[in-house]
């Protein structure tokens, strides 16, 4: 596993630090992608190195699409047999409001940073995986982008456009042995969700409770393992029963 690496997107906190901290549990040498929060990652790196692998900060804008290509073709070149064997496309923001008071800012940066971001990371990834003939993509989608949720028409159709591709690109590079799934979480606990009335909305919730990010980091192991190899093109709900 000496040069096998995940990257992780929005790996500095909440459920994809969970993902890098599992990943790393799983042999992986990680790679931490964060858009600010220094801090975060670094100490995300600490967590991750403390299992006895490779952790490094990668920070830029997934939206970002020259900045994306110009920090991963770096490091790619920098590290000329390292293989980026799994990749999780988990950076996302919210920016709820009714459509009719959405400014074009509102619409553009949840679409920007889940859809697009997804779109820039995957694309810089995919040659070399391709080339690999092995690889695990798995993209954070949402409960919303499911079954759409009122007061989030930005966010549901940026993780409706994500399922879609997830559906697609599966087939597409299936035969190369990689996979591609969606992951849609409920309400994990996370500082997404840390403004949300957790004693109202878990009545609604079978299980009665909002998730932990181990629960997703769990799920996103299984994923990302030899053992789930004939999964792709999957959506997979981690919702504590929510009807989708
Ligand atoms: P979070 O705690 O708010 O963390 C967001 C992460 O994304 C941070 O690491 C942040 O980096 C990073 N990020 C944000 N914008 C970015 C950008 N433009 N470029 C690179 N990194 C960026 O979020 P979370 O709750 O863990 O959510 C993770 C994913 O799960 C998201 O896609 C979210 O939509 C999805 N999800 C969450 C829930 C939930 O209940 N929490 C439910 C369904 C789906 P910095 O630290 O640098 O800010």
Redesign the pocket.
Known sequence: MENKYALV??????????CCIKLAEMGYNVLV??????A??DE?CKLIEEKGVKAEAM??????KAEVERIITEWQDANKDAIIEVLI??????QDILMMSMTDEQWD?VL???LN?MYHVTKQVLKPMLMNRYGRIIN?????GLKGQPGQVN?SA??AGMIGATKALGQEIAKRNITVNA????????????E?NEGDLKKMIPMQR??E?QE?ADLVGFLASKQAGYITGQVVSINGGLYT
Request: without cysteine; aromatic residues 8%; glycine residues 14%.
């Open positions: 997107t929005g790996g500095s906190r909440g459920i994809g630090r969970a992608n964060y858009k600010g929060n220094k975060a990652a995300a920070q830029f804008d997934v939206a970002d496309n988990n950076a996302g923001i919210r940066s920007d940073t889940s971001g954070m989608v949402s409960l919303s966010y940026a993780k992951i849609a979480p409920g309400f994990i606990k996370t500082d997404m969700t840390e949300l909002f998730g990010v997703v």
